[in-house]
């Protein structure tokens, strides 16, 4: 359960969190017309606190709009500064902020076309899959649900109403004992899951499924990628297929919620060792360094609080 916080921002000032409502008839909620975006907040190693790569998700989050042909009621720069500015009204060091863009109350129908919404609230939020997973791998399924087709779903944004596959997906994994779904293509090659991106090792090379296919282009999932090009190590955006998990030395997925989890068991079949391999751990480590402020390269990535 999410612990409430003090305040939310909405439309532009900060309300109580009890009061941070919408009116019944609030476009989104009935046809999922909107975009969200997941940050982080870390503590960092030498002091203080920042919020890991906001820039790149608040840009997203205009792509959607844009995607979905919504006007912004607020810059870039404005819905940036909410985020900051929640934090310190919460009083937190760290945490999950959810930034929401919706389309609001007045007409009602498909084509119907109503002011644009923003919200921004924060909670405590540890490990997405829970601390174990971190340290010793989680359980994947694979889906019976399909990622949607390029042209069903407009992939390049966190859309609110193409979650509904995904929620089918986690829910069914839970169900069956598992604790995240892998979500193939609808030509049958690995997508990601249900809301985060995958990557494989095998021989040293790791594959992760490429932008032209229906993922969501991750924030995390580039911050791997571009680790992995300053450590030398071979990356590969291409499809692959879901047998070729089951071969892999290492899988692990990521996300701003789950960070850097690795996989210790696909469809009841043991990933490599069964445990957190070399490659995946170094990863993990650089990318904890990375948000905490140890990595001095990657500094603009942090806004400070």
């Known amino acids: 359960m999410v612990e409430p916080t003090k305040k939310v921002w909405l439309d532009g000032r900060f309300v109580d969190w009890n009061d941070a409502q919408v009116p ?5 909620l ?4 909107g975009v969200f975006e997941g940050i982080r907040c870390y503590r960092l190693h030498d002091g203080g606190s920042a919020i890991f790569r906001l820039k790149e998700h608040v840009r997203r989050m205009s792509d959607g709009l844009k995607i979905l042909k919504m006007e912004p ?14 934090v310190r009204a919460n009083e937190l060091d760290e945490c999950y902020l959810r930034p929401l863009m919706f389309c609001g109350d007045g007409a009602m129908g498909l084509a119907a076309v109503n002011t644009t919404r923003v919200a921004v609230a924060c909670w405590k939020w540890g490990a997405y899959l829970g601390k174990e997973a971190l340290e010793s791998g989680t359980r994947l399924k694979v889906s019976s649900f399909n990622r949607h087709h390029v042209n069903v779903g407009m992939v390049q944004g966190k859309i609110i109403g193409q979650y509904v596959p995904s929620s089918l997906a986690k829910r069914e994994a839970i169900a069956g004992g598992y604790d995240e779904a892998i979500m193939l293509d609808t030509q049958g090659y690995v997508a990601e899951c249900s809301g985060e991106n995958l990557f494989a090792v095998r021989d040293g090379v790791i594959r992760t499924a490429p932008t032209y296919s229906p993922i969501l282009p991750g924030i995390t999932r580039d911050t791997i990628i571009t680790l992995c090009r300053e450590m030398d190590l071979p990356v590969r955006e291409e499809r692959f297929t879901r047998d070729h998990l089951y071969l892999c030395d290492e899988v692990f997925i990521v996300g701003t919620a789950a960070e850097v989890t690795p996989v210790r068991e696909i469809d009841d079949r043991c990933i490599g060792a069964g445990r ?7 990863l993990q480590d650089a990318y904890f360094d990375l948000v905490r402020g140890k990595n001095e390269r990657h500094r603009s990535w942090l806004t400070m609080i």
């Open 24 to 28: 019944i008839l609030t476009h989104t």
């Open 73 to 86: 009621a607020f810059s870039e720069e404005e819905v940036a500064q909410a985020c900051v500015e929640v």
């Open 30 to 33: 009935h046809y999922g017309v």
């Open 276 to 282: 957190p391999g070399p490659i995946t751990k170094r």
